[in-house]
């Protein structure tokens, strides 16, 4: 799948299957579910990024010839996608 981001580039992602995404939905749900801004944990963000990291197959070579706002806003827009919570949310 082909992930386009903004400003950024185009990536090439796995699919994920049902479960996997089941469960990318669930981990990106507690993290936000019925919190405040207080309540919200940076730490469990960036474990949702590292585990959309993992999942997707896109290597740390490709990660880091980017600065670290950047590689945020990839590993974002991919979570989107998986979600289906991007505009673009349909999958090729």
Known sequence: MKVSVEDVGDFEVNDLTYRQERDL???NSKIWWNKSAE???????????D???????????TLS???GNDVDKILQAILME???DADSSKKD
């Not at 309540?39 to 990024?49: G, N, R, T």
């Open 25 to 27: 939905r669930r981990y």
């Open 51 to 61: 585990k959309v990291e993992e999942m997707s197959g896109i290597d740390e070579k």
């Open 65 to 67: 010839k980017y600065k």
């Open 82 to 84: 998986y979600i289906g």
């Open 39 to 49: 309540e919200l944990s940076a730490d469990e963000y960036f474990d949702l990024l």
